[in-house]
Structures are given as structure tokens and as C-alpha cells.
């Protein structure tokens, strides 16, 4: 036999021999339900991806990401209380859940109940620093006319993250509808810096143009 094609035939049957070393895998229930869960989000089937979720929210290992997942589905379904609800289960298994929280609070706000949403918020800072809940805590002060506290919060957000442009834009918003223009037009300037096609800031800077 001509010894390339016989080198051929060795290689062939080498790799058509199956690997002892890496057997094949199934994917366990658990697996399945979570991937089906998020195959039917993908392609816009809401109800079929919380059917998926069913059977995991009483696992034993897994549950709290089970429970904040349906809270996400539920929100996305516009089903505020029913998302605010199943975020609150997830605390059962992670009192210090931020995950939990900003969704609770995130529930609330979409439903314009302001006061109980700041409230969420106020709670779930004092486990420390987050951009995020600071950020929402200042959508809520905007929308309860709190101008001073909306300011002041804006202010130190800005001051620890000064390359944001969102907390530049509710400190200029606080400072207009307190009177201080100047100070305002100073926060609109700097809004620009960092994100120059922000139209909000370009009317307050120039109306006429």
C-alpha cells in the first residue's frame, strides 16, 4: 500500500475512534429549563419563557436567581406587582440581594408610587454604593418635586462620578428649578463635555438655536 494513503487510513480511524476521555453530555433538567426559559424570551414568547421557569422556583440550589429571573419576565409583561412580588421572593434566600431591591424598586417606579420606590431605595443604600440605585433614587426626587434633595443628591453623585453625564443633568434640572441659572448653565456646559449631542442642554444653553 502506497504509505500516504495508508498514514491517511491510520488517521482516519483515529478520529473516528470516540473519545474515552470526554463521553458525551446531557444537559440535566435544571439546564434544560433554564435554556428553554431564555430560547422563548429570545424569540418573544414571554408566557412560554415563564412556563420554563416554573419547575425551578422550588429547587433547592438555584431558586433565588429562579425568582429574580421572574420578576424580570413578569416586569418585561408589564405585570408590575406580580414582578414586584416574585423579586421580594428572592430575598427569602439573599437578605442583602441589591439584584432584589433595584427590581422591587424598579417595579414601584413604573408604577409612578414614587414615595414607596424611594423608600426601596433608600433602604438598599445603606448597603453601600451603587450608581445605579443612586441614579433611580434621583429619578424619584425629580418626580416628587423634592428640588433641594434632588440638588443635594445629584451633586455628591456627581462629584464620585464626574465623567457621567446623567447626574450633570439632574443637578443643572435641581438648579433651574431652584433659581440658579448660572449655576444651571454651568452643569449644562459640562453636560456637553461629556455627551455633546445632548439635546436637553443645547436648549437650555441656546433656546433660539
Known amino acids: 500500500m502506497n504509505p500516504p494513503i495508508r498514514i491517511a487510513l491510520i488517521l482516519l480511524s483515529v478520529v473516528s475512534i470516540p473519545s474515552q476521555a470526554h463521553p458525551e453530555t446531557t444537559d440535566s433538567p435544571t439546564q434544560q429549563a433554564w435554556s428553554h426559559s431564555y430560547q422563548r424570551e429570545y424569540a418573544g414568547d414571554l408566557d412560554g419563557a415563564l412556563t420554563a421557569m416554573q419547575p425551578l422556583l422550588t429547587e433547592h440550589d438555584g431558586t433565588e436567581l429562579a425568582w429574580l429571573r421572574e420578576g424580570w419576565l413578569l416586569y418585561s409583561q408589564g405585570k408590575y406587582n406580580h414582578a414586584f412580588n416574585a423579586y421580594s421572593q428572592s430575598l427569602q434566600y439573599n437578605s442583602r440581594s441589591l439584584d432584589a431591591r433595584l427590581g422591587m424598586m424598579l417595579s414601584r ?15 438598599a ?15 424619584c426626587a425629580q418626580a416628587l418635586g423634592q428640588w433641594q434633595q434632588l440638588h443635594d443628591r445629584a451633586l ?22 431652584l433659581g440658579d441659572h448660572n449655576a444651571a448653565l454651568q452643569s449644562y456646559i459640562h453636560v456637553l463635555h461629556l455627551s455633546p449631542g445632548n439635546q436637553e442642554a443645547r436648549q437650555f444653553i441656546n433656546p433660539n438655536a
Not at 109 to 123: D, S, V, Y
Not at 125 to 139: A, K, M
Open 109 to 123: 417606579m413604573a408604577q409612578k408610587r414614587w414615595n414607596e420606590a424611594e423608600q426601596i431605595g433608600q433602604t
Open 156 to 177: 455628591m453623585l456627581a462629584s464620585r462620578y464626574p465623567a457621567e453625564a446623567d447626574p450633570w443633568i439632574f443637578l443643572a434640572r435641581s438648579q433651574s428649578r
Open 125 to 139: 443604600l445603606q448597603g453601600g454604593d451603587n450608581y445605579l440605585l443612586e441614579l433611580r433614587l434621583l429619578i
